[in-house]
């Protein structure tokens, strides 16, 4: 089945620890994004890639970094700069052509103490 | 720069009943998507209905639909006989500029009452 997959569902690290959320996808989409979700807030774009070796920044990308090596995969890194890190990410990928229809993955609920 | 507005947090309603959600936005661009996504209590984000701006009649999909008034830039959604599994957090959607990325209302959570 084609789609896209993130893990773990659920993540927990201690303050000033960096940590990497996977996002994977099958669907031979170009486009891949990350959005973060708090309550109230909806969600929010924090980069997204187009194309392999190339990614741009969202709206809020302090404290972020990801890569973009390989089509199918866009990993992003939480690091220690981001001051509120607990949240939930959702991973999304899209074709090129038709970047506003995009599918999302199952999310990732990151708890740092 | 585009803006989403979803001016009610949450709403409820009674099963089998009619619900609006209202969802009102700012582009400058002139052609444009518009999008409706349910994230039930999973958390995964569903697609529930489009709209291209460029046409005049209102789409539907089954039990949803929309009251795209592009002069006003509303943008609602309609759910008619609701069901227990409409109970979810609705996002109204549109593309930053062209073909990029998305930006979201903060949402609505629907509550569906049996």
């Known amino acids: 089945d084609g789609g896209i997959t993130q893990s773990p569902k659920y993540l927990f690290r201690k303050e000033g620890q960096n940590v990497t959320l996977s996002c994977e996808q099958n669907l031979n989409h170009d486009a891949m994004y990350w959005y973060r979700q708090d309550p109230g807030q909806g969600l929010r774009l924090i980069y997204y890639?187009?194309?392999?070796?190339?990614?741009q920044k969202g709206d809020i990308a302090e404290g972020y970094s990801v890569s973009r090596e390989k089509k199918e995969s866009f990993p992003l890194t939480v690091t220690s700069a981001q001051k509120n890190p607990t949240a939930f990410y959702l991973c999304?990928?899209?074709?090129?052509?038709?970047?506003?229809?995009?599918?999302f993955g199952p999310g990732t609920r990151l708890t740092v103490t | 720069a585009q803006t989403v507005t979803q001016s009610q947090p949450e709403m409820s309603v009674q099963e089998a009943e009619t619900v609006t959600l209202s969802c009102t936005y700012d582009?400058?661009?002139?052609?444009?998507?518009l999008f409706w996504y349910k994230q039930p209590p999973s958390r995964q984000m569903i697609l529930v209905i489009r709209?291209?701006?460029?046409?005049?009649q209102n789409a539907t999909e089954n039990r949803f639909s929309v009251n795209f008034q592009k002069a006003a830039k509303s943008f609602s959604l309609k759910i008619s006989d609701s069901q227990l599994g409409d109970t979810a957090m609705y996002f109204c959607a549109l593309p930053y500029s062209g073909n990029t990325p998305l930006v979201f209302g903060k949402g609505t959570r629907l509550s569906v009452i049996a």
């Open positions: 582009t400058s661009e002139s052609n444009y998507y």
């Open positions: 709209q291209e701006a460029y046409k005049q």
């Open positions: 999304a990928s899209s074709s090129a052509i038709r970047a506003y229809e995009q599918y």
């Open positions: 890639s187009q194309i392999v070796n190339d990614f």
